[in-house]
């Protein structure tokens, strides 16, 4: 595929940039942290390089390097993973053991510093994943809200278990309790909140925790270092980095790994999962692959279909795992659906970051470039083209959207997930077309449907909600809000996020039980009275 002059222009000079949003010095990371330190790191480096290259006056393209960060690898990991069992001592350490009041105070002031350093993190989420600035700053204020509402879920969790029950002669009292120790790995596409979203509820809930960040979005941690350094116990928090396929096996083989948290793919996730040496000890909250489909009727609202299914593939360049990534669309309506998406597509901006009104910008690295044009070359071998003038264009990491019909069996884009700004549409006839779609699909995230009739729409319903976990009713497939469940079937998710099922999947319910006889009644009471216990009592968070 001839690679787009047009494309090239777009790419910035130094010059170009606002003054405002340039990134200014290189950010070289010159500590990790470990067991509550920030120490020296003195070993090889890793570079850094943004997705967005800097045009030269003759024209060519330059890579731009942000910084660099520790190459870390397995002793560094061992260490690590050695602080968080300290911390963690069985369970009798100061973070497992502390007064969940105590927690949430900690996690107050982390949100405190973490708030502080707003524009550095939100810069560094532009530069170094090519987000939008409207939406870098959305992933933040939205990290900040949840953050907030996780605490106030758990201060709220904790005061519905702060009495005693009394069943057929027991005493009983049931607490949430942490799993131990907590790997967790968060995605590119949100560094910050994907990655918050599993990393703070497991953190609040009492566990210690092994972090490593993703390749794409790792110096926007470097900022919230010295935060998570003072704000918490030594060893709660410990910083990995390395080439995962080397790391992070060889950390669960060690067995000291209670919880597994990762948003990725499933095979990785399963290969992982294997490595360690006692599996049922291993909790597992994934978020994994994704192939959402949108079902659109005859009858569906057009416009309202077109809109949002364009907001539904592209949002992000349609790096999202609830993104739709497959339009099933009736065939009566499907050449006019084509012309209007075509048409509404040519209106997105492509372009950088910090220009206003931009949609679609560039990929992290070439190499997602080279595997949507693998997609659509793919698709066109078999029998498929691009409906879109200039889709699939690409010059470097910039790729400009394609939509891809009609796609098929056999294809790459009919099953795999493209991550990526490339629209495959399939046409249908009969309904029991789409739905074996979605019934055969490894994956069983979400799905959308677009139709006016309540009686089509009711009849899809009930089979879907027993392939996928949300059914979203003409609108575009997403997670929020963040009180909703957020989970998957099949091969796209295990354990199940949201503000309060987050807190429940990081822990384990846990309680004491007495007998219902007068000394009983009298030890009890003397702890709670005496406070002699951080489990046993009847406090009340205000």
Same mark, same amino acid.
């Given at each position: !595929?001839?690679?787009?002059?047009?494309?090239?222009?777009?790419?910035?000079?130094?010059?170009?940039?606002?003054?405002?949003?340039?990134?200014?010095?290189?950010?070289?990371?010159?500590?990790?942290?470990?067991?509550?330190?920030?120490?020296?790191?003195?070993?090889?480096?890793?570079?850094?390089?943004?997705?967005?290259?800097?045009?030269?006056?003759?024209?060519? *393209?330059?890579?731009?390097?942000?910084?660099? &960060?520790?190459?870390?690898?397995?002793?560094?990991?061992?260490?690590?993973?050695?602080?968080?069992? =300290?911390?963690?001592?069985?369970?009798?350490?100061?973070?497992?053991?502390?007064?969940?009041?105590?927690? &949430?105070?900690?996690?107050?002031?982390?949100?405190?510093?973490?708030?502080?350093?707003?524009?550095?993190?939100?810069?560094?989420?532009?530069?170094?994943?090519?987000?939008?600035?409207?939406?870098?700053?959305?992933?933040?204020?939205?990290?900040?809200?949840?953050?907030?509402?996780?605490?106030?879920?758990?201060?709220?969790?904790?005061?519905?278990?702060?009495?005693?029950?009394?069943?057929?002669?027991?005493i009983g009292q049931i607490r949430r309790t942490p799993l131990g120790v907590v790997?967790?790995?968060?995605?590119?596409?949100?560094?910050?909140?994907?990655?918050?979203?599993?990393?703070?509820?497991?953190?609040?809930?009492?566990?210690?925790?092994?972090? =490593?960040?993703?390749?794409?979005?790792?110096?926007?941690?470097?900022?919230?270092?010295?935060?998570?350094?003072?704000?918490?116990?030594?060893?709660?928090?410990?910083?990995?980095?390395?080439?995962?396929?080397?790391?992070?096996?060889?950390?669960?083989?060690?067995?000291?790994?209670?919880?597994?948290?990762? &948003?990725?793919?499933?095979?990785?996730?399963? +290969?992982? @999962?294997? !490595? +360690?040496?006692?599996?049922?000890?291993?909790?597992?909250?994934?978020?994994?692959?994704?192939?959402?489909?949108?079902?659109?009727?005859?009858?569906?609202?057009?416009?309202?279909?077109?809109?949002?299914?364009?907001?539904?593939?592209?949002?992000?360049?349609?790096?999202?795992?609830?993104?739709?990534? !497959?339009?099933?669309?009736?065939? /009566?309506?499907?050449?006019?659906?084509?012309?209007?998406?075509?048409?509404?597509?040519?209106?997105?901006?492509?372009?950088?970051?910090?220009?206003?009104?931009?949609?679609?910008?560039?990929?992290?690295?070439?190499?997602?470039?080279?595997?949507?044009?693998?997609?659509?070359?793919?698709?066109?071998?078999?029998?498929?083209?691009?409906?879109?003038?200039?889709?699939?264009?690409?010059?470097?990491?910039?790729?400009?959207?394609?939509?891809?019909?009609?796609?098929?069996?056999?294809?790459?884009?009919?099953?795999?997930?493209?991550?990526?700004?490339?629209?495959?549409?399939?046409?249908?006839?009969?309904?029991?077309?789409?739905?074996?779609?979605?019934?055969? /699909?490894? +994956?069983?995230?979400?799905?959308?449907?677009?139709?006016?009739?309540?009686?089509?729409?009711?009849?899809?319903?009930?089979?879907?909600?027993?392939?996928?976990?949300?059914?979203? &009713?003409?609108?575009?497939?997403?997670?929020?809000?963040?009180?909703?469940?957020? %989970?998957?079937?099949?091969?796209?998710?295990?354990?199940? *996020?949201?503000?309060?099922?987050?807190?429940?999947?990081? /822990?384990?319910?846990?309680?004491?039980?007495? @007998?219902?006889?007068?000394?009983?009644?009298?030890?009890?009471?003397?702890?709670?009275?005496? +406070?002699?216990?951080?489990?046993?009592? %009847?406090?009340?968070?205000?």
């Amino acid at each position: !595929m001839p690679q787009s002059s047009a494309l090239k222009e777009l790419f910035p000079r130094v010059e170009d940039i606002p003054a405002d949003y340039r990134i200014g010095a290189q950010i070289h990371q010159d500590s990790v942290l470990v067991n509550g330190e920030l120490l020296p790191w003195r070993g090889e480096r890793q570079k850094v390089i943004s997705p967005i290259q800097l045009r030269r006056d003759d024209g060519t *393209l330059e890579a731009l390097e942000l910084g660099s &960060i520790p190459r870390g690898g397995v002793e560094e990991a061992d260490a690590a993973l050695a602080a968080a069992v =300290k911390a963690y001592d069985s369970g009798r350490g100061a973070w497992p053991t502390m007064k969940v009041a105590d927690r &949430i105070a900690c996690m107050q002031d982390f949100t405190r510093q973490m708030v502080a350093k707003r524009s550095e993190i939100v810069r560094l989420i532009m530069w170094e994943i090519a987000k939008s600035l409207p939406d870098a700053e959305k992933e933040f204020d939205r990290t900040v809200d949840y953050m907030r509402a996780t605490m106030e879920a758990l201060r709220t969790l904790d005061n519905d278990n702060s009495r005693f029950q009394i069943v057929d002669g027991t005493i009983g009292q049931i607490r949430r309790t942490p799993l131990g120790v907590v790997l967790c790995m968060g995605p590119y596409n949100y560094p910050l909140n994907e990655t918050f979203a599993t990393l703070i509820p497991a953190l609040i809930m009492g566990n210690t925790m092994v972090f =490593k960040p993703p390749r794409f979005g790792v110096l926007l941690f470097e900022p919230l270092l010295e935060a998570f350094r003072s704000a918490f116990p030594a060893g709660v928090i410990n910083m990995v980095y390395g080439k995962g396929s080397e790391v992070v096996p060889h950390l669960l083989e060690s067995g000291h790994v209670n919880a597994l948290t990762l &948003i990725g793919s499933s095979k990785v996730a399963d +290969h992982l @999962k294997k !490595m +360690h040496p006692k599996t049922n000890r291993l909790r597992a909250i994934l978020g994994l692959d994704a192939k959402n489909a949108a079902i659109v009727l005859a009858d569906a609202d057009l416009e309202l279909a077109v809109k949002e299914c364009l907001l539904g593939a592209l949002s992000f360049n349609g790096q999202r795992c609830t993104a739709l990534k !497959m339009l099933i669309v009736h065939s /009566s309506i499907v050449d006019r659906f084509l012309e209007r998406f075509s048409e509404e597509l040519a209106k997105l901006k492509i372009g950088m970051p910090w220009e206003k009104g931009v949609a679609i910008t560039p990929l992290p690295d070439r190499a997602k470039t080279d595997y949507m044009i693998e997609c659509v070359e793919d698709a066109k071998a078999k029998g498929a083209r691009v409906v879109n003038a200039g889709g699939g264009e690409d010059y470097a990491t910039l790729f400009r959207p394609a939509v891809v019909y009609p796609v098929r069996e056999g294809m790459k884009l009919y099953r795999e997930e493209q991550f990526g700004p490339i629209v495959p549409v399939m046409p249908f006839d009969d309904i029991e077309t789409a739905l074996d779609y979605v019934i055969t /699909s490894d +994956h069983g995230q979400q799905v959308s449907i677009f139709s006016s009739s309540a009686d089509d729409i009711a009849t899809l319903v009930d089979p879907l909600v027993n392939q996928v976990c949300r059914v979203n &009713i003409n609108c575009q497939c997403q997670r929020g809000p963040d009180v909703f469940p957020f %989970t998957g079937r099949k091969d796209s998710a295990e354990g199940t *996020l949201s503000v309060t099922d987050a807190l429940r999947s990081f /822990s384990i319910r846990s309680m004491i039980a007495a @007998k219902q006889t007068e000394p009983s009644k009298k030890l009890l009471d003397e702890i709670t009275r005496s +406070h002699k216990s951080k489990f046993i009592h %009847t406090d009340y968070i205000f």
